[in-house]
């Protein structure tokens, strides 16, 4: 792959208008990020969870607040490594102003990726999947081709987000957000179709997959499978930065909020951070921490350390291993090619997240109610579309938001309106729909 094929700023659904020698004072990748900003789908993300319960008195980080933390990672990476590559081919006399674009599309990435995400974390995703795997959805195996089950099944929020990008819901442009290729194709983390599933991840669905080829193609991203084989591609090299910041960010900040919450002590997450430091290093912070009593403060200038040294590795990683990842044969992600130190610093956090954070109660509950109330409302309303002259159906029908299609000629059609509708949800708006529909919560009169 190449990077000045890589980084093209044609619009998805506007190909037609398209004009590379157009100038003003914003790039299309600015006003790709400046358009996530202003949506909707954005703004509903400050209503969804992120780990744990939404705020009550102490506020944490919810999808909103972490995508534009991941963004403002991610940025930074992307402008560290676009600097050196810069340098570089400007002393090899090569052509170099593609470069200057690739914090743009990163920011504008980060701000993306989690848009797919439905309600109540991760949990809200595997209530979707396991609905048919396991519940009440299995019902609809047989009147699906295998490619349409395993999309559902295996219910991805990153093949989601790809959808909300470029799907034309009923009543909406071509092209959906009609967002450049390079920022596209930056938030595939998993280029392949469900079938190939690793660990239950896909990029794309059935119905998105000409869009996603179309995508890659244009901007020679390498394809890896073989004729007749399930469809696969190499990531577009700027995945590896976007995932790199949300990996850097989910890991941090949920420490910082599990001390908020008192989940972890002062000493647990000092311990934790200062690992990722020399001796000599520790010692300077520890002085400065001394200059504060408050303990979020030492948490968060920890926090802010971390931050930048693992930004600078995975920085190192990527400059080091770019000939691997043009070539489509890089493996694994960046944290996992940084020096020893922070490799094992950032694993250290890790292994206490899994034992202390994702086991906490407040979080293990949120996953018990999410994945009650999404199981219910994915048994009415795929019940709606998949029996529609029934009297319940046609009054829990009209309370569809229009661009949904559900009366999609297909039935996996229909079921992706309903998954769309549910999606998009915020925590509050499933939690209110689910007390209406069992009769907890009625309109005054």
Not at 195 to 219: C, R, Y
């Amino acid at each position: 792959m190449s990077w000045p094929e890589l980084v093209n700023d044609k619009r998805f659904g506007l190909e037609d208008y398209h004009d590379p020698k157009k100038s003003g004072t914003r790039t299309d990748f600015r006003r790709d990020y400046d358009r996530l900003v202003f949506s909707s789908p954005f703004r509903r993300l400050q209503n969804k969870t992120q780990v744990f319960p939404l705020p009550g008195s102490i506020f944490v980080h919810n999808r909103l607040t972490h995508s534009i933390e991941v963004s403002c990672v991610g940025k930074s990476l992307a402008d560290s490594i676009a600097r050196v590559l810069r340098n570089r081919d400007m002393n090899l006399g090569l052509p170099c102003e593609h470069y200057d674009h690739l914090g743009d599309i990163v920011a504008a990435a980060c701000l993306a990726h989690d848009l797919g995400n439905p309600p109540f974390g991760h949990s809200g995703e595997r209530a979707i999947a396991t609905f048919f795997s396991e519940g009440a959805g299995k019902v609809l195996r047989a009147k699906l081709s295998e490619r349409e089950w395993t999309d559902f099944i295996h219910f991805e929020g990153n093949a989601n987000a790809f959808r909300v990008l470029t799907h034309q819901f009923k009543g909406r442009r071509k092209g959906g957000f009609a967002m450049t290729y390079s920022t596209l194709a930056s938030i595939v983390k998993y280029p392949f179709e469900s079938t190939i599933t690793a660990k239950g991840k896909f990029g794309f669905f059935a119905s998105e997959q000409p869009d996603f080829v179309k995508v890659a193609d244009e901007l020679g991203i390498l394809k890896l499978s073989q004729p007749g084989e399930p469809l696969r591609y190499a990531r577009h090299p700027l995945v590896y930065i976007v995932e790199a910041a949300d990996d850097i960010c989910y890991e941090v900040m949920d420490m910082e909020d599990a001390h908020k919450l008192k989940i972890l002590s002062t000493e647990e997450v000092v311990e934790a951070f200062m690992a990722f430091f020399s001796p000599e290093r520790s010692d300077s912070m520890r002085k400065t921490m001394d200059m504060v009593d408050d303990p979020n403060e030492k948490i968060a200038y920890l926090r802010s350390c971390v931050v930048g040294v693992l930004v600078d590795r995975c920085a190192e990683a990527f400059i080091e291993n770019e000939e691997a990842i043009l070539e489509g044969r890089f493996e694994g992600t960046l944290l996992s090619k940084i020096a020893s130190r922070e490799r094992e610093g950032y694993a250290r956090c890790n292994d206490l997240s899994w034992k202390k954070i994702y086991q906490a109660s407040e979080v293990v509950d949120i996953e018990l109610a999410g994945n009650r109330i999404m199981t219910e409302l994915l048994d009415r309303l795929i019940g709606a579309v998949t029996h529609p002259e029934l009297n319940y159906s046609k009054l829990l029908l009209s309370k569809f938001p229009e661009q949904y299609d559900v009366a999609a000629p297909t039935l996996y059609g229909k079921i992706q309106a309903v998954l769309d509708h549910l999606s998009a949800m915020t925590d509050v708006y499933a939690l209110d729909l689910y007390r209406k529909l069992n009769g907890m919560s009625l309109p005054a009169v």
